[in-house]
């Protein structure tokens, strides 16, 4: 018997000092039995600091290839921004960046790694895709406070990352990167 998702309840009170975003945001995102709970709430963390009007969570689920995990689309149903997760392919990252105007990856996988997926192909745009880096350490301590029935407190402010649940503050980074590497 397949299993199914598991359906959390986030209730996230958004201050995004950075992008001058406040919002209170009631979302249901489902886990699926494949998906770790560092990628589930690296997808959450994307969805809330991405936060615009027009943006939505996959209808497709997470195996779609033809769809983001999260999409921001106009009043007419344009793609205005393709949001990826994790470790995306360099095929993805193309089709990506030939399909939406922005693209961003929030991830909290080695940049090596990603950088040496990237340099494999040929990417659309590479140098202007949006690469945001979580640390692991910030969404395990935040794992062990979450439930399927959570209030969570998210700020970001000057590239810093604070979730609050149940009084207790988690602190963590957010880091901006490119998929190539500059270093030489």
Same mark, same amino acid.
């Given at each position: 018997m397949a299993q199914t998702a598991t359906m959390f309840h986030l209730l996230v009170d958004l201050s995004d000092v950075d992008r001058n975003v406040y919002e209170t945001l009631d979302l249901r995102v489902a886990r699926h039995? *494949?998906?770790? +709970? %560092?990628? +589930?709430?690296? %997808?959450?963390?994307?969805?809330?600091? &991405?936060?615009?009007?027009?943006? @939505?969570? *996959?209808?497709?689920?997470?195996?779609?290839?033809?769809?983001?995990?999260?999409?921001? /689309?106009? =009043?007419?149903?344009? $793609? %205005?921004?393709?949001?990826?997760?994790?470790?995306?392919?360099? &095929?993805?990252?193309?089709? #990506?960046?030939?399909? #939406?105007?922005?693209?961003? $990856?929030? @991830?909290?996988?080695? =940049?090596? =790694?990603? /950088? /040496?997926? #990237? *340099?494999?192909?040929?990417?659309?745009?590479? &140098?202007?895709?949006a690469l945001w880096r979580v640390e692991a350490s910030f969404l395990d301590a935040l794992e062990a406070k979450i439930d399927r029935h959570t209030k969570l407190g998210l700020l970001r402010t000057d590239g810093a990352l604070y979730a609050t649940v149940n009084d207790k503050t988690v602190e963590g980074t957010l880091t901006r990167a490119s998929l190539v590497d500059t270093a030489g």
């Open positions: 039995p *494949s998906e770790s +709970m %560092r990628y +589930m709430l690296t %997808r959450t963390l994307a969805y809330c600091l &991405e936060y615009e009007e027009g943006i @939505t969570f *996959s209808k497709a689920g997470l195996s779609s290839d033809d769809e983001p995990p999260i999409a921001i /689309r106009d =009043l007419t149903g344009l $793609l %205005r921004a393709w949001i990826d997760i994790g470790s995306p392919t360099a &095929e993805r990252l193309h089709k #990506a960046s030939k399909a #939406a105007p922005r693209v961003a $990856l929030y @991830t909290h996988a080695d =940049l090596l =790694l990603l /950088r /040496r997926e #990237a *340099s494999s192909k040929a990417i659309h745009r590479v &140098e202007d895709i």
